[in-house]
T-cell receptor
């Protein structure tokens, strides 16, 4: 069974550009969550989708957005990139509707903004 | 609001010695608690989880954790550490609003 796949693994972008990251969950999983990891702020929740509906959003500016497709694949977009957006972006998928199932994480996308 | 605290930023332990990582949480409802491990440049791997029932939970790689409601704690333990256990460990709390709240992490260094 394939795990959570995040593409690309590494990205370098320039300030002001926008970027789209992709996450393919484990087959059959309908919940996808995104997290940002930085040395200063640690792991912070971005948003969670279940069956194409965003159920929760973290405390990030509107430049951060996401969506989920009917096949459960998810994308997140960051517009007008800032240096502070440099981070490891992690995606997690889970099979259930609540926390009685575990979340599996991908290897992440390392975004560097220059 | 929920929160997770890992008091120890860095722990150094000798190979073969025991390891205990501390985790305290704050949450007004029944907590769903997890321990994850992360190697450099990698994603998070789930070590174990607590949802309900037996307060001592067993995980992978020889790890176990004990849930203590009275102390709002969920400490991770391993009786004998291997060099491959050197990594960063995160305690997390799953809340009813579909998100995980993570502690700041504890970096474990294993010395020969």
């Amino acid at each position: 069974k394939a795990g959570v796949t995040q593409t690309p693994r590494y990205l370098i972008k320039t300030r002001g550009q926008q970027v789209t990251l992709s996450c393919s969950p484990i087959s059959g999983h309908r919940s996808v969550s995104w997290y940002q990891q930085t040395p200063g702020q640690g792991l912070q929740f971005l948003f969670e989708y279940f069956s194409e509906t965003q159920r929760n959003k973290g405390n990030f500016p509107g430049r951060f957005s996401g969506r989920q497709f009917s096949n459960s694949r998810s994308e997140m977009n960051v517009s007008t990139l800032e240096l502070g957006d440099s981070a490891l972006y992690l995606c997690a998928s889970s099979g259930g509707d609540s926390w009685n199932t575990e979340a599996f994480f991908g290897q992440g996308t390392r975004l560097t903004v220059v | 609001a929920q929160s997770v605290t890992q008091p120890d930023i860095h722990i150094t332990v000798s190979e073969g010695a025991s390891l205990e990582l501390r985790c305290n949480y704050s949450y007004g409802a029944t907590p769903y608690l997890f321990w994850y491990v992360q190697s450099p440049g990698q994603g998070l791997q789930l070590l174990l989880k607590y949802f309900s029932g037996d307060t001592l939970v067993q995980g992978i790689k020889g790890f176990e954790a004990e849930f203590k409601r009275s102390q709002s704690s969920f400490n991770l333990r391993k009786p004998s550490v291997h060099w491959s256990d050197a990594a960063e460990y995160f305690c997390a709390l799953g809340s009813n609003d579909y998100k995980l709240s993570f502690g700041a992490g504890t970096t474990v260094t294993v010395r020969a």
